[in-house]
């Protein structure tokens, strides 16, 4: 970890850049695989996925599209309820296209699930998630992710895309910070 001015804030790397990159560049060969010969329209899920995302798609040798949605769920502090408001829509129509939405990461599942459907009702070609991340402690509901990073425990984790109150998305490595950030939000 090369970025001193977030290191203090920081508790514990959980999964080191290097494992990141090596694990984008595998999934990126088999998403390669298995759309051989299709093209591929990439949804990005701001603003979290939107690191992952630039990462991976250099490493899909496929034509291919991207786009991204902003969603926000509506809920209390960190539960969410499960329904979904469109905060910004897909510029591209995804009839009988073949769509990959990006997530950073997969808490309850109650989000993406909820994307997925009315994803579906646009009648893609086809649908798949890929997440960087997943608490399956903390699944709500059953989701398919066809293309997962990591699992990981159930902890608040910042860097790689990921904030909290806004910011540490540009740490190289998944990390946990320490107890005393959380309810400091004049992170600047
Ligand atoms: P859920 O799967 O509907 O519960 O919500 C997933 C969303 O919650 C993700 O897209 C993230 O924006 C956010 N989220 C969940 N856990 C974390 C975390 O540990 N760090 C940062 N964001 C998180
Ligand atoms: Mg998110």
Redesign the pocket.
């Known amino acids: 970890m090369k970025m001193n001015s977030m290191i203090a804030d920081v508790k514990e790397v959980l999964i080191p850049s290097e494992e990141i990159q090596s694990k984008v560049r595998e999934i990126g060969e088999r998403i390669t695989e298995d759309y051989e010969g299709e093209k591929l329209l990439l949804v990005g899920?701001l603003r979290?996925a939107v690191v992952v995302l630039g990462d991976l798609m250099r490493h899909i040798d496929l034509p291919c599209e991207i786009d991204f949605m902003d969603i926000s769920?509506y809920g209390t502090g960190a539960s969410?309820s499960?329904v979904v408001r469109i905060l910004k829509d897909l510029e591209e129509d995804i009839t009988n296209r073949h769509v990959l939405v990006v997530?950073?990461?997969?808490?309850?599942?109650?989000?993406?699930s909820y994307l997925r459907r009315s994803l579906l009702a646009r009648n893609p070609a086809s649908l798949e998630i890929f997440a960087l991340l997943s608490?399956p402690s903390?699944r709500r509901v059953d989701l398919e992710v066809k293309y997962l990073g990591f699992e990981v425990p159930d902890?608040?984790?910042?860097g790689y895309g990921?904030?909290?109150a806004g910011s540490y998305r540009n740490l190289p490595d998944v990390c946990v910070l320490k107890p005393e950030v959380f309810g400091n939000t004049e992170t600047s």
């Open positions: 899920i979290g769920s969410s499960g997530e950073d990461i997969i808490d309850t599942g109650l989000t993406l608490k903390r902890e608040f984790v910042v990921l904030d909290y």
